[in-house]
C-alpha cells in the first residue's frame, strides 16, 4: 500500500510501497486512512531535524495528525465499530515499569523519554491507506464533524493546557464567578502568541471558555487572519504594528499567555508583560539555534513579585482528546466558516511532497488518503 516516508539517512522524503497490517491482536483496530494533517513538527522531520525511524527501519512513514474509518474489528473491541470515525492518538508509553507516568497511561508526562509517537518517533505514522492499532488509543467521532475532524489532534495541545491551567491556578482565588454564560474563564484576559493552527484553535479554546482573547501575531503572509480571529471572538493585535508594551495596555493585566509560535525571543519579551498572577504556557518547540539575549532580571523579578507561573506541556492524554472532539463539534456550531477556514489546502497523498518540502502557505494543510 501507499504510505509518505522519510528516509533519514539518505535524506530522502517519498512515497513508497509499505506492507499492509494485520488485525492480529483481539483488541486491534484496523482503519482506512482519510486524512492526515501537516505541521511543523513534520516539517522538522522532512527537513532531518527531527523523527527516528522505528528499529530496524531504514525509513519512517509520516503522519501524526489524523482521521480514520474503522474498516475491521478484533474479537474483542468494544470501543469502536466498523463505519465509525476515529482519530488516533500519537503517543504510545515506553517498556519501563518504574516511569509512574506510562504505568498510569500518562505516557503524554513519561519520564524516561523512551515513549514512541507514532509518525514522529520509533513507530510509522498514519500517512498511508490502511492503520492497525489498539482499540484504547482511538477516539471516535461524529459524523457531522467529517470535514473538520483532522484538527483534532493540534487541538488536544490547548484542551491539554488549559485543563492544567485550571490545575495550577487552583493555587490561588482564580476562578471567576460564575455568570450567565456559566463561561469559567469570563473574568480573564488572554493572549495567544502566533496565529497558526495551534494558535487560532487555541484562542478558540479559549474564547469559548469566556476568556477574553487577543491573538497577537505577524500575518506572515494571511492578510485576513484579523478578519477570521474577529470572527470567532477574538481580537487580533499585528505584531508589526503594536509593540508588546502596546498590547499589554490595550488587553489589562495578562491572565494567560497561550504561545504557539516556537519563537523564543518574542515569547521571553511576552513573559515581561504576564500579569499579576498570569499563567504563561509554552508549546512551541524552537529549532536548534543559538542563545538570545533577554532580561533575565525583569523576568524573575517579575515571576517573584507577581506570583506569575510559567509551564511547557507536550502531548495528550485521552481526556485531552476527548475534549477535542467535544470543542470542535461545539465551535463548528458557533462559527462553522471560521473552523472551516482553518484548512486552507487539502491534497492528494501523491502531492503530499511538496506540501511537506515547497513553501506551505494558507493555515493547515491537510493530506487526503482516501
Ligand atoms: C505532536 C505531539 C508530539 C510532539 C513532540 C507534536 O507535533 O502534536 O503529539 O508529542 O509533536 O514530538
Ligand atoms: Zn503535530
Redesign the pocket.
Known amino acids: 500500500m501507499k504510505a509518505l516516508a522519510v528516509f533519514p539517512t539518505r535524506r530522502e522524503v517519498r512515497l513508497i510501497d509499505h506492507p499492509e497490517p494485520g488485525v492480529t491482536a483481539p483488541t486491534a483496530v484496523k482503519l482506512r486512512m482519510l486524512e492526515v494533517g501537516v505541521?511543523?513538527?513534520d516539517r522538522e522531520i522532512v527537513g532531518f531535524q527531527?523523527g527516528t525511524p522505528p528499529p530496524g527501519s531504514e525509513y519512517l512513514v509520516l503522519g501524526?495528525?489524523s482521521l480514520g474509518e474503522v474498516i475491521e474489528v478484533g474479537a474483542a473491541v468494544t470501543r469502536v465499530k466498523p463505519g465509525d470515525l476515529v482519530v488516533t492518538m500519537?503517543?504510545r508509553p515506553c517498556p519501563h515499569p518504574e516511569c509512574l507516568a506510562c504505568s498510569a497511561g500518562r505516557q503524554?508526562f513519561c519520564y524516561t523519554g523512551d515513549f514512541t509517537?507514532r509518525g514522529?518517533?520509533g513507530a510509522h505514522g498514519f500517512a498511508t491507506e490502511l492503520v492497525v492499532d489498539d482499540e484504547k488509543y482511538m477516539n471516535v467521532v461524529p459524523h457531522q464533524l467529517r470535514e473538520v475532524a483532522v484538527l483534532t489532534?493540534?487541538l488536544t495541545?490547548a484542551e491539554k493546557a488549559i485543563t492544567q491551567v485550571w490545575q495550577v491556578q487552583q493555587r490561588l482565588p482564580w476562578a471567576c464567578p460564575i455568570g450567565p454564560s456559566g463561561e469559567p474563564g469570563s473574568c480573564h484576559r488572554a493572549v495567544v502568541l502566533g496565529a497558526g493552527p495551534v494558535g487560532l484553535l487555541g484562542a478558540m479554546a479559549l474564547v469559548n471558555a469566556g476568556f477574553e482573547t487577543t491573538v497577537y501575531s505577524r500575518a506572515s503572509g494571511l492578510r485576513d487572519k484579523a478578519t477570521l480571529v474577529e470572527s470567532f471572538g477574538a481580537r487580533y493585535a499585528a505584531a508589526e504594528t503594536t509593540t508588546l508594551q502596546q498590547l499589554a495596555e490595550r488587553v489589562g493585566n495578562i491572565d494567560l499567555v497561550y504561545e504557539a509560535t516556537g519563537a523564543a525571543r518574542v515569547s521571553f519579551e511576552m513573559m515581561e508583560v504576564l500579569g499579576t498572577n498570569g499563567v504563561f504556557i509554552f508549546t512551541g518547540?524552537p529549532g536548534r539555534k543559538g542563545p538570545i539575549e533577554l532580561d533575565a532580571n525583569l523576568i524573575m523579578r517579575n515571576l517573584v513579585l507577581a506570583n506569575q507561573m510559567v509551564f511547557g506541556t507536550?502531548?495528550?492524554n485521552r481526556e485531552a482528546f476527548e475534549a477535542a472532539i467535544r470543542d470542535l463539534g461545539t465551535f463548528v456550531a458557533r462559527w462553522p466558516e471560521a473552523v472551516r477556514g482553518l484548512i486552507t489546502g487539502r491534497f492528494p497523498i501523491e502531492k503530499a511532497t511538496d506540501v511537506l518540502l515547497g513553501e506551505p502557505g494558507g493555515i493547515k494543510n491537510v493530506i487526503t488518503i482516501s
Open positions: 505541521c511543523g513538527t527531527y501524526h495528525e500519537v503517543r503524554d509517537e514522529i518517533k489532534e493540534p495541545i518547540v507536550v502531548n495528550a
